[in-house]
């Protein structure tokens, strides 16, 4: 008689672990960090080491004087170092990527448990917390291809719908990138071609992001800004493409089932769109999925798939 092995469920077996998972995430990553250098310079280069080395640190510090295991080899501390540095734009100061990234290890991720326990995206949360506390150097824009001395300060595409206008740069010069903005989110393109790659890989579902960038086109396409309706400007233009393939698609703060997906990306695409128009604020991307991330517990637990066998719980209380 064969001997069997008798264990919990589930059996089902990947060769996929947070390492590799991660690993892909910084490869998608790859292209706008390599535009983001090309249009603004040693300088992009340099707040982004420093926010993913500080990252680093800030989590095996952490770990380190609460004796806690060190986990900084699965590199999902390196992903939020560099997500961060990618909100943020080429004229800050390299302290803010310091700053930035204490807050988003710390405060957003470590004191709720760790990784898997963050009930909101720690790169978003940095970002919300830098742009709140220093807001002047947070909104400096830079034009691309300007970096060093000679950077020219510019507004950026939605600044000027912002003010009901149309933006300068061309359509092709968002989709490659030739505008101001934040260091990752200028060019739609690379960031379309890593949440390719992050598809293909199926480390995300196609339905987070194909359905709040869509939500996002059909609502501006209808409302508009005072006016003016260029759906295409809004899309490729400030951080939707960079949120929706590489933040809201976060593991542990966006819903695991099918039905909560689709609600919560419909729910980032409204907010967005509402705080594009009617706030005060020209982009809405950041604020929409935290404030989202937060109705995720509400979203599953009305989203929860009865389990395979069970009883109505009406008739587990008549029995009772």
């Not at 510090?61 to 806690?68: A, E, G, I, P, R």
């Not at 206008?165 to 690379?190: F, H, K, Q, W, Y």
């Not at 695991?256 to 009617?278: D, H, M, N």
């Not at 935290?290 to 209380?317: D, Q, S, W, Y």
Request: aromatic share 10%.
């Amino acid at each position: 008689m064969s001997n069997f092995v008798v264990s919990g469920t589930p059996h089902v077996r990947s060769k996929e672990s947070i390492q590799s998972i991660m690993r892909d995430v910084i490869i998608a990553l790859v292209p706008a960090s390599v535009m983001g250098i090309f249009y603004f310079g040693l300088k992009a280069l340099i707040l982004m080491v420093a926010a993913i080395v500080s990252a680093v640190f800030f989590e095996w510090l952490y770990q380190k004087l609460l004796k806690k295991p060190i986990t900084i080899s699965d590199l999902s501390a390196v992903v939020t170092g560099l997500l961060l540095a990618m909100n943020l734009p080429a004229a800050a100061p390299v302290w803010v990527a310091v700053v930035g990234s204490a807050f988003a290890i710390i405060f957003a991720k470590q004191l709720f448990g760790g990784l898997g326990q963050n009930f909101i995206n720690p790169a978003l949360a940095g970002r919300a917390f830098l742009l709140a506390s220093y807001p002047t150097e947070m909104t400096s824009w830079t034009s691309a291809g300007n970096f060093g001395v000679d950077a020219i300060a510019v507004a950026t595409p939605l600044s000027t719908l912002k003010i009901g206008a149309m933006p300068n740069a061309t359509l092709t010069d968002v989709l490659i990138g030739r505008v101001g903005g934040c260091l990752g989110e200028t060019c739609a393109i690379a960031l379309i071609i890593g949440g390719i790659y992050l598809l293909a890989k199926h480390i995300i579902s196609w339905k987070i992001p194909v359905i709040y960038i869509a939500t996002v086109f059909v609502l501006t396409a209808l409302i508009g800004r005072d006016g003016l309706r260029v759906p295409f400007y809004e899309i490729f233009a400030g951080g939707l493409m960079l949120g929706a393939f590489f933040m809201a698609t976060d593991y542990a703060s966006s819903p695991v089932t099918a039905k909560g997906q689709v609600i919560f990306a419909l729910g980032c695409g409204l907010l967005t769109t509402l705080i594009r128009i009617f706030g005060g604020y020209p982009e809405g991307v950041s604020y929409s999925i935290l404030i989202m991330n937060l109705t995720v517990p509400l979203i599953e637990r009305f989203t929860e798939p009865t389990i395979f066998g069970a009883l109505p719980k009406v008739k587990e209380a008549k029995k009772a």
